[in-house]
């Protein structure tokens, strides 16, 4: 089995090749995808050896990137788009929600939409406004879309794969901070051996609180968990890798044994995943919660200038303070 | 300005028998491709700015069948709305006064053609031998319409305007990717939309896409002169034909009153298209005669003048006239037709009234393709409410 | 003081009314606003007695009505925007979350823009897709934006002056099939005296159970109450009014004197407002809850046909169902 | 497709001097207006397609001010990709290239008028007489860039692609209602994007409204062939001025390298706007010298010979020849404006490097005008929390 090191960018890249290499039906699509391999280079070189009939350089207009990706599916294609930046899809917002995320339905299941809408998301990397966005709950509560998020590139490489493969529309959160980290990714697995598109997974046991992240909080989460670990506090982080639908099963199973949990996510709190999560948390764990599920996140204002990112951003002591208070409630 | 203009300008013939646009705002408004008048006098051909000469050439079995089909499509069509009147059905999108601009580029379409309706295009659909009912449960509230788009070459309707502009754009580029273009055999795609729709971002944005990827399509815009209260004036301020001349593709305003104007033009920019030409903007010309749905009260906003002006531009009388002129059907053939139409509407009313209600809990059904453990849940919590009730009062 | 007795519809045109003739610089603008006076009447007989130039008949596209209310709010207009349907305003999604939300913030303060944008929501009225959607929880994630609710003609008209009088770019979401009923509406009763446009209220005061509602499902949790008393049991019934920000004060203290809690709304389960809400009545009143807040809302899939949507909507016996799920915890 | 090229065309007076568009895509762009050729020959003056008849006629102080204005607004420009290459800013949207464009259409502006910039128009705020360091906290990442627009007759930068353009033709609709057009004194309204922006739809809507409500303003696109790595074929396969053809108003192509062309074709179009007039789209035809960002890498996906081409076109380098062969400076006026920009440049990165970063609790200011109760419990938890590290050794 090979397994190499990659950045979580060039994971996602290779996972994008093999999907055009063993489907002649999927096409990417979007803004700067071909020459240029995207900004964040996420499309290096698929132009260059798929064409211009696999790797389309659209016009710049997010409406008609995905528009015409539901064309192209209903056609029998399977597009995956490349959004550039978070902050850049609202303009086609109305084909998401009103279009890819309800025509199998309104079909009674005659239509199938396996389109893919790529997402750089999250903040922390010093950009302009628009460029550090977590839209993701938009999405998560969009009935009819699946999301996900990757944190590891051995994931990047599977899930964006499994994605493709899926007659699912799926909003992909890519954890654009997390592009350049590295890590084994086994190449040569078989897809259908990889851990499930949609089920959250324990990627650090642990028997004195539960912590939730995704996406680029994931990473913030274990760092947490090892400084806690310091401190002599065992704390069992899971990413929850699908947002929609949330896999909690696991999660369930968690907080009935730690009695404590704190969610980490960059969206702002009103309304976010931790929302979400805290309230099913609480409807099925209610007699084993030691202390009420508590949320670390960016705060309910627009995303800020960089500098005052970090401010903004849950870090490793935010959520330590927060499993803190956990502890004292 | 007269600068704006200066666009793509179809030029038909000079014949008297021709008229100018009826609704002539400042008297400039462009001529538009017709081949039949009102009063039912055959204009031979028409050419059109490029060298395109616009004509048909009809056998008289086809001519009735053109008649037949907008009879019929008429009639459904009223049938549709008295449904809605008598509370069955929730509400109705008329398309009265739009037969010829719908027959006429229905049967313009080549079988394989793909063809991507608004929420109007009754009259399309029954061209392309679809089964009236089937949009009809979307009206009725038992289901949203939903079919196979690829069975029927049929998109479902859309009711979000605009947005299936950019459906349609994608779905020809797939036909050129597919290497289905350059010959007679060529796919090509039409995409329905209204005067409206033309100020939405996702039609012009379908406009830029159509002309980047020279886009095997028409694009086909049914001028009726409204949408909903709105007169024409307050989406644009030229011909909306012309828009096209923005894009860099052409663009042609017929008389969307005249099935045999609108069939031409409509095969022609058809199979330009299917020819790897690319795109063409078709402005069918024509009048909603009555309400925007029966939701609506057109009396708030037009006089009876205007819609009495139409009245006599309207797209069947004109094709009698002319059948009775050239004495090509009989009175017989007439009153056959009008008893075919009743028979398809009693059958199509029968049908709705027969129309099950969708169970409850298919409420949960085809939300995604590989289901959701939300949903399972969700249905199964939903199916013990309810059996809660069961044997009980309620 | 005159009190009158009008529909809900009513009670919001003559709010729309006075705010026009109190400030020159409000504008309403939209599809279908003048002649017809909107879809639902709401706008009826403005055009004729303010003119094209106060009330003002758009283009069909709705990112261009928000995005031209932001210019006109720089000049100094107050825009009043009418999206025709709640499943209509997706279009101007990006200017609505990446311009109206964020302009203030950007400028530091120096620009504001009031906005107001109307949205007559949720189902219940037997239309097609589209016309019955519950968008209001993508708005209330969306920081820099307040989102109100009315459930009553009294609140209609005052809500609606109060927040076209509000420098603070407001969603005004109104609860479309309760457009027909009517209530008594105290005309000239001054708008400063009225109740404050960002708080909850308690419309039914009670002790063994609290219910939360918004819009249309206010009238739903008081028939439920009312239901619910003959069975013996006293449910104290409060209108949010507040999406966001949400005033909570009033439900935690009902809540710690009810120990249980029930939220009704239309609009998706998964990160609807309910999720929040129950999030956050947690966290403040960990120790008093006897069961965990529990929801009653709309499936998690698109709006459904006209005749299922009787099945996809709280209704009173659903919310009454979750009360004695409350009780039986 | 010939049709889509009788949209309104520019046809300037037929001189040996004026040369075609520079990137002739097969031989038939149109003509552009210049005034000034790359060699640094004046063209007394070109008459448009409407008659309009564009020259300047400049004082010799006003030709060496155009001259200062350029030199400045580039050196400026180059602190800043500077700054930026130091790790001073986070990223830079330079200029270099369009400097004509932006300060020929930046003086065209009379006091009154107003402009909505895209991130790159940093030569327009310098025209505006607006202090360059205005915007350099957003690229620094201290705040967002935010300013009175109103303060300033300059709109706040807009990074989201064509979504000022809306806001542009908003105010101007204000301008309209407020009656302040129709005389010198009226006003007028600029909205600046790119190329690429052409395909959004917003960009699109804004023509719609222009059109419909004959709004007081000026579109302004500076095409500078490039929407980050994608040429400009990805966006339209027609000249983009022809746009406005399909909305009714009058489109033109100016040499968007040269100042006095792009000066006086901005100065009619803004009177003909405050006149009462209408809209008019410019395409100020221009080249991205540098990459789109200090992140971009161009060499990706452009050749350098095609770079080089576009050198020869200096929109400074022409003006500067043209001043000396009418002699109306000497040397000592070049080094003297060299050490003026100098000094600027200096001024401004020592005013950069002192820009103090926010306070971290001024992340809660300004959400709303009227506050909310919720960021004010957010602000005080976290006060409590960055309390508690207090003393602390973290
Ligand atoms: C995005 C969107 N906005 C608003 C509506 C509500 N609406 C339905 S039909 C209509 C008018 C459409 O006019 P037009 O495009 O001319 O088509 P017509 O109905 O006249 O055939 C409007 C505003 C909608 N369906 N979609
Ligand atoms: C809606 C949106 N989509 C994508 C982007 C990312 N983006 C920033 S600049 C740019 C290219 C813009 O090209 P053009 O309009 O030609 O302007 P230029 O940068 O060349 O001046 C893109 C795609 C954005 N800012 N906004
Ligand atoms: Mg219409
Ligand atoms: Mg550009």
């Known amino acids: ?41 996420i499309t290096d070189g698929l132009q260059k050896d798929f064409g211009e009939n696999r790797v389309i350089d659209t016009p710049l207009a997010e409406s008609g990137i995905i528009g015409t990706a539901v064309g192209l599916a209903i056609r029998g294609y399977r597009p995956v788009c490349e959004i550039q930046f978070d902050g850049f899809v609202y303009p086609a917002y109305d084909q ?41 709950a938009y999405f998560a509560h969009t009935a009819g879309l699946k999301v996900v998020s990757c ?12 994605a493709i493969a899926s007659d699912d529309p799926i909003v992909f959160m890519e954890p654009k901070r997390r ?41 913030t989460a274990l760092d947490a968990a090892t400084a806690a670990a310091e401190d002599g506090r065992d704390l069992e982080v899971i990413d929850l890798r699908s947002l929609s639908p949330l896999d909690l099963g696991v999660v369930y199973e968690s907080v009935r044994r730690t009695g404590r949990c704190v969610v980490v996510h960059e969206a702002p709190s009103n309304l976010g995943l931790g929302a979400e999560v805290a309230a099913r948390i609480t409807e099925e764990c209610f007699y084993s919660l030691e202390s009420p599920v508590l949320r670390v996140t960016g705060f309910d204002t627009p995303y800020p200038a960089a500098r005052l990112e970090e401010e903004y951003l849950p870090d490793l002591d935010r959520v330590l303070d927060a499993v803190d208070r956990a502890f004292g409630w | 300005m007269a600068k704006g203009d ?39 051909k028409v050419t059109g700015p490029d060298g395109t000469e616009y004509t048909v050439d009809f056998t008289d079995e086809e001519y009735r069948g053109l008649y037949r089909d907008l009879v019929i499509v008429r009639k459904l069509d009223a049938e549709a709305t008295a449904l809605q009147r008598q509370g069955e059905l929730g509400i109705w999108a008329s398309l009265l006064g739009q037969e010829a601009a719908q027959v006429g580029s229905g049967r313009a379409l080549r079988p394989q053609d793909m063809a991507f309706p608004t929420y109007r295009e009754h009259g399309v659909l029954y061209c392309r031998g679809i089964d009236p009912i089937m949009p009809l449960g979307l009206f009725r509230g038992v289901d949203q319409g939903g079919w196979d788009p690829n069975e029927f070459k049929f998109n479902m309707y859309t009711i979000v305007i605009g947005a299936q502009t950019l459906h349609a754009t994608g779905y020809a580029m797939g036909v050129t990717m597919d290497g289905k273009t350059g010959g007679d055999d060529g796919e090509a795609v039409i995409a329905y939309f209204g005067d409206g729709a033309t100020s939405q971002g996702d039609v012009n944005e379908a ?25 024409l004036e307050r989406q644009t301020r030229i011909p909306l034909y012309q828009r096209a001349a923005g894009f860099g593709f052409p663009g042609i305003r017929v008389d969307g009153n005249d099935v045999l104007a609108t069939y031409a033009v409509t095969r022609a920019a058809l199979d330009s298209a299917r020819h790897g030409q690319g795109p063409t903007l078709i402005e069918a010309y024509t009048y909603r005669m009555g309400a925007h749905t029966t939701s609506d009260d057109p009396t708030r906003y037009r006089i009876a003048s205007e819609v009495e002006a139409w009245q006599a531009k309207d797209p069947i009388a004109r094709v009698r006239a002319f059948i009775e002129k050239q004495q090509i059907a009989d009175a017989d053939f007439f009153a056959e037709i009008d008893e075919q139409a009743r028979r398809e509407a009693v059958d199509l009313r029968e049908r709705v009234l027969a129309m099950p209600d969708p169970q409850p809990d298919t409420l949960f059904d085809h939300v995604y393709p590989n289901g959701s453990p939300l949903l399972d849940a969700q249905r199964d919590q939903f199916s013990r409410y309810l059996e809660s009730f069961e044997g009980s009062a309620h």
């Not at chain 1, 199938?112 to 993701?136: M, N, Q, T, Y």
């Not at chain 1, 590139?153 to 499994?162: E, K, L, V």
């Not at chain 2, 408004?29 to 031979?44: A, F, I, S």
Request: aromatic share 8%.
């Open chain 1, 1 to 41: 089995m090979a397994t190499e090191t990659l950045t979580l960018g060039k994971a996602l890249n290779t996972g994008l090749r093999r999907a055009l290499e063993n489907d002649p039906k999927v096409v990417i699509m979007g803004e700067d995808v071909g020459k240029l391999g995207g900004v964040f280079r």
């Open chain 1, 96 to 136: 998401i929600v009103s279009q890819v995320a309800k025509m199998h339905y309104r079909s009674r299941g005659k239509v199938k939409l396996p389109i893919v809408i790529r997402i750089p998301f999250g903040g922390g990397i010093g950009a302009v406004e628009h460029h550090s966005e977590s839209p993701e």
């Open chain 1, 151 to 162: 944190a590891s590139p051995q994931d990047a490489y599977w899930m964006i794969q499994q």
């Open chain 1, 179 to 219: 592009y350049w980290e590295k890590g084994p990714v086994e190449l040569d697995a078989p897809l259908t051996g990889a851990y499930p598109l949609h089920s959250a997974r324990v990627v650090r046991p642990g028997s004195d609180a539960t912590v939730l992240a995704y996406g680029p909080m994931v990473r």
């Open chain 2, 6 to 44: 200066r666009g793509t300008t179809t030029r038909g013939r000079q014949t008297t028998a021709r008229p100018r646009g009826p609704k002539a705002a400042g008297g400039n408004e462009p001529e538009l491709v017709q081949l039949l008048t009102p009063e039912g006098e055959r204009v031979e």
């Open chain 2, 207 to 231: 406009f830029v896409w159509a002309g980047v990827f020279n886009a095997p399509m028409v694009f086909f815009c049914q001028n009726n002169q409204y949408a909903i209260s709105e007169p």
